[in-house]
């Protein structure tokens, strides 16, 4: 008994001298079950349910992102659909010669982001400017309209002929508000997107119908506008027989394509 009791004193040592740096790290009040053992646990209890937070976050943050992709698409999808739709009624009333409704139905669409929906509408505007029934006042602004929306067209895709077919078309009949100066100044602009349609579509016989009329124009011009135009333009537009015979020769190349 009398060496247990010398060796008592040897086991609390080590528990004794530990007890300082327990207190610190809360082991002490952990061991007495004092209020530092509620505080570390509710401590870790805090990590714990912030931890749990920060992954239910991350986990929903996911799933929002996730649900707004498949959103896009499906939005993306829908658009492209609506927008065959539109093109094809468009399409339909063009053919029918029902100028007014078509041009009710594509300025309802005048905000998309679709070249071909553009350059319809520029097209159906152009007509509708031309009707007997339209104002000069409303003729005037739906020619400035068409011009703007084969703008956004062209601008929107190069590669597309159309758009260049029509904005050629535009900016001629915009000419006859802007003077001559203007009008001449254009024709250059006229001849490059014409040639590009053609460049893009062969057998468009439109456009290659309406560069020969280009060329036809300034063969024809007479001795005064062509001194007009000098003064006005160091080079003027010109053009000559020859031209005609290449687009001549594709225009009717093209049209026995159609019909054969």
């Not at 870790?44 to 912030?50: E, H, P």
């Not at 339909?92 to 350059?119: F, I, M, P």
């Amino acid at each position: 008994m009398a060496a247990l009791a010398r060796a008592q004193p040897f086991r609390c040592g080590p528990a004794c001298l530990g007890r300082p740096l327990l207190r610190e790290a809360g082991g002490a009040a952990a061991r007495r079950g004092g209020p530092g053992a509620r505080r570390g646990a509710g401590g870790s209890q805090v990590l714990g349910k912030d931890f749990k937070r920060g992954i239910a976050l991350s986990a929903g943050s996911f799933l929002v992102y996730e649900t707004y992709r498949l959103i896009s698409r499906f939005a993306e999808v829908h658009a492209s659909f609506k927008v065959e739709e539109v093109i094809e009624q468009a399409d339909y009333l063009y053919g029918s010669g029902e100028t007014e409704k078509l041009y009710r139905l594509l300025v309802q669409h005048k905000n998309s982001e679709d070249a071909e929906l553009w350059w319809r509408l520029a097209r159906a505007s152009r007509d509708l400017a031309q009707l007997s029934s339209t104002s000069a006042e409303e003729k005037k602004q739906l020619v400035y309209e068409a011009l703007e929306y084969a703008k956004k067209a062209l601008e929107k895709n190069e590669s597309n002929f159309a758009a260049h077919k029509w904005y050629a078309i535009c900016i001629s009949d915009v000419g006859d508000y802007e003077g001559i100066k203007a009008k001449i100044a254009n024709a250059f602009v006229i001849k490059e997107h014409f040639q590009k349609a053609i460049e893009l579509n062969p057998k468009d016989a439109t456009s290659i119908h309406l560069m020969g009329i280009w060329c036809y124009s300034f063969a024809e011009m007479p001795w005064y506008q062509r001194k007009i135009a000098a003064m006005l333009f160091a080079t003027p537009p010109t053009s000559t027989y020859k031209e005609l015979i290449p687009i001549s020769t594709a225009k009717t190349c093209s049209f026995w394509e159609r019909h054969t």
